[in-house]
């Protein structure tokens, strides 16, 4: 996500110390060209948008 432009930011959720850790290591991380353009392939963007959880699960969550 941090290639993807400024205005672009992870949102990191966890339950546990050790995913957040992990998660913060990922800003590390640099990507090439191959491996953004793989990742384009994967998870073309706009293609992965939509909600979150589907009509039983938005149930469950009282909103």
Same mark, same amino acid.
């Given at each position: /996500? &941090?290639?993807?432009?400024? =205005?672009?930011? @992870?949102? @990191?959720?966890?339950? *546990?110390?050790?995913?957040? =850790?992990?998660?913060?290591?990922? %800003?590390?991380? =640099? &990507?090439d060209a191959a491996d953004l353009a793989k990742l384009e392939t994967a998870a073309p963007r706009?293609?992965? %948008?939509? @909600?979150?959880?589907? =009509? *039983?699960? /938005?149930?469950?969550? *009282? &909103?």
């Amino acid at each position: /996500m &941090l290639a993807q432009g400024d =205005e672009i930011g @992870p949102i @990191p959720g966890f339950k *546990r110390g050790g995913a957040m =850790e992990h998660s913060a290591k990922a %800003a590390d991380v =640099e &990507l090439d060209a191959a491996d953004l353009a793989k990742l384009e392939t994967a998870a073309p963007r706009g293609g992965t %948008a939509g @909600p979150r959880y589907g =009509e *039983r699960g /938005m149930r469950m969550v *009282r &909103l």
